[in-house]
């Protein structure tokens, strides 16, 4: 089925691991109004035992023109690529498996491809948090609400294909859902693409999760290393990205080792010292993290644990990627076809017209 009323021509990708929020995610699309999809792919990146995708529960409306395919197991970077090859659409639309597109998602779409320009690589989409009204946000629940003001972000976005395929796709080296959009962001900007806000909306509800959910989290220090790799260490500048606490981070875990160091040493004054600074720093981090949240006993209780647990994970994770990433090479820009505006405008055209 082809978009109607002289709109662009779209395909939506979603990667999943078959989480129950993905049937929200499809319900939702399938309910919304506006000019329909020509594909949808369900990229199942969790596949089964014989190699194939478990049958998921597509809506009637959507199944006509849905196609399930396994994934490589590899990451939502090597998933969103395996979509778009199957996508065959000049457009795009990657989705997050625990988004729900607004109501008129697919309408909003289409005003905000049709108003993209010639150059324009990418649209993103208006994301929506939704945070309890009754108390203060969880430590958890801010991360996550974070998603709401980041720059570019692929739990909604839309691509045009020519700027994927000049750019060989998402860099499948990311294997978490973690700096792989800003990586496609940044060489798309520096082969002369521009990056699009779109209109359309998309709720990115809070999804569970367990109490060291953030100390797994430090594994993204990893994939910073690699961005420093591919993008020089002004990165954060250019995407936007804030620094973090891996300096403070860094500090205590230093004192930690120290204090260990010191004490098998036989240096019990020295010992204490770094203890302390040990100490606190772990009380400084915990009270950051504390004050904003509900302060239940619960919550205290996760932030006292984790905030002992993370500078260590993040210096972890830090040596880790210089290791794994020590000979990573960036991959170039993405250059726009060869023509410049006048294919661009070719393409247009033929978008359009389809």
């Known amino acids: 089925m082809t978009g109607t009323g002289g709109a662009l021509s779209y395909a939506v990708v979603v990667p999943t691991l078959g989480r129950p929020s993905l049937r929200a995610c499809l319900a939702a699309l399938a ?23 478990p049958g998921l529960d597509v809506p009637e409306a959507l199944r006509p023109y849905t196609t399930v395919v396994p994934g490589r197991a590899c990451g939502p970077a090597a998933a969103r690529n395996t979509g778009a090859r199957l996508a065959g659409a000049p457009w795009i639309v990657f989705l997050d498996d625990d988004v729900v597109p607004s109501d008129t998602w697919a309408e909003d779409l289409a005003r905000d491809l049709a108003a993209a320009s010639r150059d324009t690589a990418a649209v993103t989409a208006r994301i929506d948090v939704p945070l309890p009204r009754d108390r203060r946000p969880t430590d958890w629940e801010r991360t996550t609400a974070g998603l709401a003001t980041a720059r570019w972000i692929t739990a ?14 998402f860099d499948e080296r990311f294997r978490r859902a ?22 359309r909306r998309t709720t990115h509800p ?30 954060r500048d250019r995407a936007g990205a804030p620094r973090g606490r891996f300096p403070r981070h ?27 600074l040990w100490l606190a720093g772990t009380a400084e981090f ?26 260590a994970a993040a210096v972890w994770h830090r040596l880790r990627g210089r290791i794994v990433h020590r000979n990573a090479l960036p991959r170039g ?17 033929a978008e359009v017209a389809s």
């Open 333 to 349: 820009p993405a250059r726009p076809p060869v023509g410049g505006p006048a294919t661009a405008d070719a393409q247009r055209r």
């Open 206 to 235: 809070v999804r569970p999760a367990d109490p060291w959910i953030s100390v797994r989290q430090q594994a993204g220090n990893a994939d910073d290393v690699l961005m420093n790799r591919l993008h020089g260490p002004d990165w």
């Open 250 to 276: 860094l500090a205590v875990a230093a004192a930690g080792v120290g204090a260990l160091g010191c004490a098998a040493a036989g240096r019990p004054g020295a010992a204490a010292g770094c203890a302390a």
């Open 286 to 311: 915990a009270l950051a993290r504390v004050a904003p949240g509900p302060r239940t006993r619960e919550e205290i209780t996760r932030m006292l644990l984790t905030s002992a647990v993370i500078p």
């Open 156 to 169: 909604d976005m839309a691509f045009r294909k020519a700027a994927l395929d000049a750019s060989g796709g």
């Open 178 to 199: 973690y700096r792989e959009d800003a990586d496609l962001a940044l060489r798309l900007l520096d082969g002369g693409w521009t990056l699009a806000a779109g209109t």
């Open 31 to 53: 309910a919304s109004s506006g000019p329909r999809p020509t594909r949808v792919v369900i990229v199942h990146d969790r596949p089964g035992e014989d190699g194939t995708a």
